[in-house]
């Protein structure tokens, strides 16, 4: 009996141990993230799970516990790159939002006629084709998506253009066209303050970004030490409610590289 009771001890003790160290590596390394929207579109689809990579950057307030950081702002491992696609803290509401980076501190950003322009030049965009998609209730919240060419039924062939953006730098990335002259297709100029990034959505015209103020649900500049970590890869992918609706899974998502 007691050699049983002994065992029973022994296997609480692991399970316990296992979820400390388990708990430590989300709170230090990684974290979960389901995409909820379409702001990302098409690299990121609504039902995408990702393991954000908090270690990308190095410790902020946002990705590791008080005790153990006994800091203030952030230490960074490395310099955010433009391109990069983000988890970060909404500096408004608190929420964990997810953007690609655009605007590094002391740049100047601006759109003109659906045209990204940095520090006064152009971003060259090439036409791609057309993203297509089934409007159809998407992910937990049932979130229909917008098309271009709307109105479109339920069931329907969902469009939108399709673009090849050229970051300087070089990266090259996938962003969506909804609508011409949309509001914020044409901005005034954001001068990015020292120690804080600028963020958009590649689904330009369904993503409320730093294009918006915080005071009117935007994002607005976003502070450094608000950064959580980058998104490197999608794990897994449903369509469906529910990941248990394994009739919705994306397969050809699995482990897909976020470019």
């Known amino acids: 009996m007691a050699k049983s009771e002994g065992g029973i001890v022994e296997t609480i003790k692991t399970v ?5 160290i388990a708990g430590v590596f989300r709170t230090l390394f990684f974290q979960p993230f389901w995409i909820p929207s379409e702001s990302m579109k098409s690299t990121l689809l609504i039902g995408d799970f990702i ?7 190095g410790y902020s307030r946002y990705s590791c516990p008080f005790a153990m950081c006994p800091f203030s702002g952030r230490i960074l491992a490395s310099e955010p790159q433009r391109g990069d696609v983000v988890v970060f803290r909404h500096p408004g509401n608190g929420s964990d939002f997810i953007k690609r980076l655009i605007g590094l501190p002391g740049d100047k950003i601006q759109m003109k006629n659906g045209i990204l322009y940095i520090n006064g030049a ?3 965009q090439e036409p791609a084709g057309t993203f297509t998609e089934v409007k159809e209730p998407q992910g937990p919240q049932g979130n229909l998506p917008r098309c271009a060419n709307d109105p479109v039924g339920t069931g329907g062939l969902c469009e939108k ?3 090849i953006e050229t970051l300087p730098g070089g990266l090259r990335h996938a962003v969506l066209n909804i609508e011409d002259g949309g509001y914020a297709d044409n901005t005034d100029v954001f001068t990015v303050p020292e120690g804080q990034y600028f963020f958009m959505g590649d689904n330009r015209d369904n993503s ?7 005071a009117v649900s935007g994002v607005g500049f976003v502070p450094a030490e608000y950064l959580i970590g980058r998104a490197d890869r999608v794990i897994f992918s449903s369509a469906g409610r529910s990941m248990l609706y394994f009739w919705t899974w994306r397969s050809d998502r699995f482990f897909k590289a976020v470019e």
């Open 16 to 20: 316990f141990w296992a979820l400390v």
């Open 122 to 124: 152009e971003v060259p």
């Open 161 to 163: 253009e399709a673009f």
């Open 208 to 214: 409320q970004d730093s294009r918006f103020s915080t």
């Open 51 to 57: 393991f954000v990579n908090k270690m990308a950057y």
